[in-house]
């Protein structure tokens, strides 16, 4: 006899929700947006010139025919539209979280994949700091890696934050880059009708597969988009 | 970029021991990607790959500029060089006679310096030596003073044999349809009016702040010289080397932005040089500076930077670095609504030219952040009065997932790519180039991968699901599931539909980990094997003597898959799969074992079917 068992969960969609539920407990909101992404959210908002160099193109996938379009290269811009539109509402301070599908166009191999998973946040309101981007990100990684994770925050340069961070974490008895993160540039919050003279606020976004590779040894990434059940084993 | 620990510490005597220098640079200024212990002609040194990134490529990218940093954060003596420059004898040679002539406003300055009766040779020994330590080949004397000065202050130079410039005088203007110029390295460019070039009266010379052409070259046989030193418009500069395919030390540099300033020392600079080489005979410079950028102030207040930092700084330590760095400056006093608090106040500063990256308030907050060093910021939980919605989506998701998991099905993720659609990816760099217009052709793949592995999964059968997004041609959230054979897909929101979203984020096993097991990459092979016992032998018995012999292999199994009773005998039929995380097993290996376990069932007196 055949009892009906339970399905088994991919594992990102697993670590997605203990993720969430780390940000949600934290007052953060989900959000979510289009995998097709205008330019404007995806580099304009984020002060991300049209001179600049993240703007070239080998690493943006772009579609015949859809002119000012993109795949998102972060899911920075899904964050970006929430804030905006909290703000619109009248919902400030606000915080938000994404998990999500981003793409980019470059040879595969154990580490790089043409689609990955990215967590991106942002909280915005009238004494958001460093300090809170510190707790938030090591609280978060404490949760997804274990307590023996330490935090660490390196000077680094994004269009889009001043100032800007690389975040490192320590796992393992080694340093590894998780990601980059800061202060939301000025120029963004307009960009997003925020007044920077009253607002001010963190963002970051971190590779997910990542996450789940160092949490559980997995070690390629592409297992993760080859539909082999193998995979699922929580 | 490479840095010469031997050649930094010309500028920065009491530098730290090369260890602690990459710990205080990764915390302070820029990660190191690497540091290698060279040797030169028997003189040991350091080589530090230090990845400077666009904010701090206006004023970093040489090695007078980083030990300029260097001793600025870290609080030792600077040697300034500029000081100490030979200055070229006056000659009379009359006024000078090169001709600038600058025809578009993507020129912001150029310096030019005929210098005769130069005599083209090698290298001193310590210039081939700066050279090499940072993988610059050297060429001759006037070529390699050129490229050494980029490499110290951080201004391109570049050098035109003068007899083989046609007219007195050069021209910077957009090159026009049709123009061509070949390279020092011998490549043809098709030039366009989007490049700026350097030219006479009859030919495109350079093609400008990238690289040199071929007609005006300086060889072993030249003569006399023009020395540029120039400032071009970054945007120009990097579209034309994008274009043309040369990206250059140069064109890194102007891309990133130069101040126009630093023209006059660097031109001093090689002046001396030369000078020291003994050789030349020096015109007057002919400066053409029609952009002269302003100078800029910044006013910033200390209750906007520790409040951004989420850390108090105090006047003290903002005044310790504003000296250290050298920033001109004047504090602005407390305002009458501050008076009595801590921080009011701040200071207003002239900021030098080399500083591009220091506009606004938010520049100074990583300034004072990263020279205090992040370390100093102390984490805490923000709590904020906002209150989060249910995010209608993901709810729907999640509630989508559940229930394909309660009746059994297993989730997938296929490729947003493939190979046939309505959405063509653009050069993309796998053969995989359109936008996937369904999930059924991706969960048709997976479906075939997962029966052909049922042994191994150890399932009857495979039902699987996946929610993604397609594009038909607009995007859309679908969910796909099988049904034997057939692949059901459906809108997200039509499978939701008729629910009650009543969401509440719980993950599965919020806290544990799991442990996670790769899997061989060999193909396996699967047995079965079935044998009678008298009917009171249970199937653990039978189960241990399979294990106990079926060797370390096996990545299931044994597995009882089949029972049955006749008379008083008991069938038991197991089901084992091998397979080597080494490498392809053969029948031949996996038969031998199966003959063992054969035997020492039937040392049982069990009759093996």
Redesign the interface.
Request: hydrophobic share 40%; aromatic share 10%.
């Given at each position: 006899m055949?009892e009906?068992?339970?399905?088994?969960?991919?594992?990102?969609?697993?670590l997605a929700?203990?993720a969430?539920?780390v940000f949600?407990d934290?007052?953060?909101?989900?959000?979510?947006g289009?995998?097709?992404e205008s330019e404007w959210y995806n580099f304009d908002v984020l002060n991300v010139s049209k001179?600049h160099?993240a703007r070239?193109?080998q690493d943006t996938?772009?579609?015949?025919?859809?002119k000012e379009k993109v795949?998102r290269t972060h899911t920075t811009s899904v964050t970006g539209r929430a804030v905006e539109q909290?703000n619109k509402d009248g919902?400030?301070?606000?915080?938000f979280i994404s998990i999500g599908?981003v793409?980019r166009?470059?040879?595969?191999d154990a580490t790089h994949e043409?689609?990955f998973y990215q967590i991106d946040g942002a909280?915005v309101?009238e004494?958001?700091?460093?300090?809170?981007m510190?707790?938030?990100?090591?609280?978060f990684y404490k949760?997804m890696l274990?307590e023996e994770i330490e935090?660490?925050?390196?000077?680094?340069?994004f269009p889009f934050t001043?100032?800007?961070?690389?975040v490192f974490a320590k796992f393992k008895g080694k340093w590894l880059e998780m990601g980059g993160s800061g202060?939301l540039?000025?120029n963004v919050l307009r960009n997003l009708r925020i007044d920077p003279k009253k607002f001010?606020g963190f963002a970051f976004g971190h590779g997910f597969d990542r996450i789940a590779m160092l949490?559980?040894?997995?070690?390629d990434i592409r297992l993760?988009?080859?539909?082999?059940?193998?995979l699922?084993?929580? | 970029m490479l840095y010469s620990y031997n050649w930094l510490k010309w500028y920065i005597p009491e530098a730290l021991d090369p260890e602690k220098l990459a710990d205080v640079l990764?915390?302070?200024?820029?990660?190191v990607e690497n540091v290698e212990h060279r040797v030169f002609n028997n003189e040991e040194d350091l080589i530090f790959d230090i990845k400077i990134?666009?904010?701090?490529a206006h004023d970093l990218l040489s090695h007078q500029g980083l030990a300029r940093e260097l001793a600025s954060l870290l609080n030792i003596k600077f040697i300034d060089p500029t000081l100490k420059y030979k200055i070229p004898p006056s000659t009379n040679l009359g006024q000078a006679q090169l001709k600038i002539k600058i025809e578009t406003d993507k020129c912001r300055r150029y310096m030019g310096r005929i210098v005769r009766n130069i005599k083209i040779g090698p290298s001193p020994d310590w210039v081939v030596k700066h050279l090499e330590s940072i993988e610059q080949r050297s060429i001759n004397n006037v070529v390699d003073a050129a490229n050494l000065v980029m490499f110290d202050c951080g201004q391109p130079i570049h050098c035109f044999d003068l007899d083989k410039v046609s007219g007195n005088g050069l021209i910077i203007r957009m090159a026009r349809k049709g123009e061509a110029m070949t390279t020092l390295d011998n490549k043809n460019l098709k030039l366009t009016p989007n490049d700026m070039v350097i030219a006479d009266d009859k030919n495109v010379l350079g093609l400008a702040g990238i690289k040199g052409g071929k007609i005006a070259e300086v060889d072993a046989n030249t003569k006399n010289i023009i020395i540029e030193v120039a400032n071009f418009d970054p945007?120009s500069v990097?579209?034309s080397a994008?274009y043309h395919g040369l990206p250059t030390n140069a064109s890194k540099r102007f891309e990133n932005e130069l101040t126009s300033e630093t023209g006059a020392p660097t031109m001093r600079e090689i002046s001396g040089l030369l000078v020291e080489y003994g050789t030349g005979e020096f015109e007057e410079i002919v400066d053409e500076y029609s952009q002269k950028p302003e100078t800029r102030t910044l006013s910033f207040s200390i209750e906007k930077i520790s409040?951004?930092?989420?850390?108090k700084v105090s006047e003290k330590e903002i005044e310790e670095i504003l000296i250290r760095y050298h920033f001109k400056y004047n504090p602005y006093p407390t305002s009458p609504l501050h008076k009595g608090e801590e921080t009011g106040g701040g200071y207003k500063i002239t900021v030098p030219p080399m500083r591009l990256d220091l506009e606004?308030e938010?520049?100074m907050?990583?300034e004072i952040?990263?020279v205090l060093g992040?370390?100093k910021?102390?984490?805490?939980?923000?709590?904020?009065?906002?209150?989060?919605?249910?995010?209608q989506?993901?709810a729907k998701i999640?509630w989508a997932?559940n229930k394909?998991?309660?009746?059994?099905?297993?989730?997938?993720?296929?490729?947003?790519?493939c190979m046939k659609g309505k959405?063509?990816?653009?050069?993309?760099?796998?053969d995989k180039n359109f936008?996937r217009i369904n999930l059924l052709e991706?969960?048709k793949?997976?479906l075939k991968?997962?029966k052909n592995?049922l042994p191994?999964?150890g399932l009857?059968e495979?039902?699987?699901?996946?929610i993604?997004?397609v594009?038909v041609p607009d995007?859309a959230m679908h969910v796909a599931y099988n049904d034997g054979d057939k692949i059901i897909e459906l809108n997200l929101d039509d499978f939701c539909k008729d629910t009650n979203l009543n969401f509440k984020?719980?993950?599965?096993?919020?806290?544990l980990?799991?442990?996670?097991?790769?899997?061989p990459l060999f193909p396996f092979i699967v047995r079965d094997i079935a044998v009678w016992v008298p009917g009171e032998v249970e199937s653990e018995k039978v189960y241990k003597v399979i294990k106990e012999n079926a060797g370390d292999m096996v990545v299931r199994g044994p597995e009882l898959f089949d029972t049955f009773t006749k008379d008083s005998k008991t069938s038991y039929a197991f089901r084992i799969v091998f397979q080597s995380y080494k490498k392809t097993l053969t029948d031949a290996e996996i038969n031998e074992i199966m003959q063992k376990i054969s035997e020492k069932l039937k040392s049982f007196g069990w009759e093996v079917r």
């Open positions: 055949d009906l068992k339970q399905g088994t969960i991919h594992p990102l969609s697993f929700e203990e969430y539920k949600t934290m007052g953060f909101e989900i959000a979510t289009p995998e097709l001179d160099p070239d193109m996938f772009i579609i015949k025919g859809e795949l909290a919902r400030m301070p606000c915080a599908k793409f166009n470059e040879a595969t043409m689609q909280m309101g004494n958001i700091s460093v300090a809170d510190k707790g938030v990100l090591t609280h949760k274990g935090i660490e925050f390196r000077p680094s340069f001043e100032p800007s961070i690389e202060m540039h000025p001010q949490k559980w040894g997995i070690p993760f988009y080859q539909g082999d059940l193998r699922n084993q929580f | 990764t915390y302070h200024l820029a990660e990134l666009p904010n701090r945007i990097r579209k994008r409040k951004i930092l989420g850390l606004i938010e520049d907050a990583e952040g990263r992040y370390d910021v102390k984490g805490t939980i923000p709590r904020v009065s906002f209150t989060p919605k249910v995010n989506t993901y999640v997932r394909l998991l309660n009746e059994g099905y297993s989730e997938v993720m296929t490729s947003s790519f959405m063509e990816v653009l050069a993309s760099a796998s936008l991706g969960l793949e997976s991968l997962n592995n191994l999964l009857r495979i039902k699987i699901f996946e993604g997004t594009w995007e984020l719980e993950p599965r096993a919020y806290g980990a799991p442990a996670f097991r790769m899997w």
